[in-house]
């Protein structure tokens, strides 16, 4: 086998490090190979070296593993930016309060997060992010996100257009809005979390084909017609391979300010079953709470705070932080 490019070793390595393979060699057991690492910062370099080794290590006929990095002259650190869509089948489950919420929640932890409103007919995010009137500028031909109070940048169109000026364009005008604000000056922002609007329309379609996200997070109520149309919503990213991150089941129990009494008007468990129907995971639920709905309205979001709602959001950020962390 000297001199070949044995596909069976090539076949051994996942595909990111694939995706940089320059070219692998089997030479009398000794197996070197050439990776591309144009844009790795060290850490990064380090990590894809040691992966590689480890693919490849005790593979049938060879004995040694020897890893060569490349790079462009000049070529800069990147760092890899996640996008995580937030979507739900049907309007009024409370996604984009969930949005905002998990993306304040991922900042309180010490990630740099940014928030694209891309529910480009019903923006809310000025509002729930507390940057009603402000204005982005552009320069070199990309938006400069809106900074918030709260950590997170933001970008929606209710930033660009008039207050309760009603956007009445096709779909192609507003894919063209929603790319303009994807691809805004991100620089300082590792995880950027989008808003999408409801159900499987044309901005969904625009932002799969233009910026796939690395992976979704699902939104619904636990009543019967919401999670029928979010298994639409998740059937979509599935056949987009887009991961789904997993469910949150969001108005799950009120308790009664006077009294005290937890009922259940949208029913309790339904997203969580379906979670476990469909194999995905169930990242938790937030209460149906009046201290939410004013908190939202004020534009200052209940993660920014303290209490049990607070909580029950940096559990789920957390959730969300460690699945981007294993990837």
Not at 28 to 57: F, K, N, Q, Y
Not at 248 to 263: D, I
Not at 292 to 299: H, M, Q, Y
């Amino acid at each position: 086998m000297s001199g070949e490019d044995p596909q069976a070793l090539k076949s051994l390595l996942p595909a990111p490090i694939a995706e940089r393979l320059s070219s692998l060699r089997l030479v009398e057991g000794r197996t070197i190979v050439v990776l591309d690492a144009s844009g790795l910062a060290v850490p990064e370099r380090e990590a894809l070296e040691a992966d590689t080794r480890a693919a490849l290590a005790g593979a049938p006929g060879v004995s040694e593993v020897h890893v060569a990095l490349t790079a462009d002259r000049g070529s800069e650190p990147v760092r890899r930016r996640r996008i995580v869509a937030v979507a739900s089948g049907k309007g009024g489950v409370g996604k984009s309060t969930v949005a905002t919420n998990l993306a304040v929640a991922l900042a309180r932890a010490g990630h740099r997060v940014g928030m694209v409103d891309a529910d480009i007919y019903g923006p809310s995010q000025s509002r729930l992010l507390g940057t009603e009137g402000l204005r982005p500028i552009a320069r070199e031909k990309k938006l400069i996100p809106v900074q918030s109070q709260w950590g997170v940048p933001v970008l929606s169109m209710a930033h660009l257009a008039e207050p309760g000026q009603a956007i009445a364009w096709r779909g192609p005008m507003a894919g063209n809005a929603l790319v303009q604000m994807l691809d805004g000056d991100w620089t300082d922002v590792d995880i950027l979390v989008v808003d999408l609007p409801p159900g499987t329309g044309d901005i969904q379609l625009t932002m799969l084909q233009k910026f796939k996200p690395d992976g979704a997070v699902i939104v619904s109520t636990p009543q019967d017609l919401a999670l029928l149309d979010a298994t639409r919503a998740i059937a979509l990213f599935d056949k987009a391979g887009v991961p789904v991150i997993g469910l949150v089941e969001n108005m799950a129990g009120y308790a009664c300010p006077h009294c005290g009494e937890v009922s259940d008007p949208f029913g309790r468990g339904g997203a969580e079953d379906a979670a476990a129907e469909m194999h995905h995971p169930f990242l938790g639920r937030i209460p149906l709470d009046i201290a939410i709905r004013r908190e939202a309205d004020a534009g200052t979001p209940t993660a920014a705070g303290e209490g049990p709602q607070a909580e029950a959001f940096a559990a789920i950020a957390g959730q969300v932080a460690a699945w981007i962390a294993a990837r």
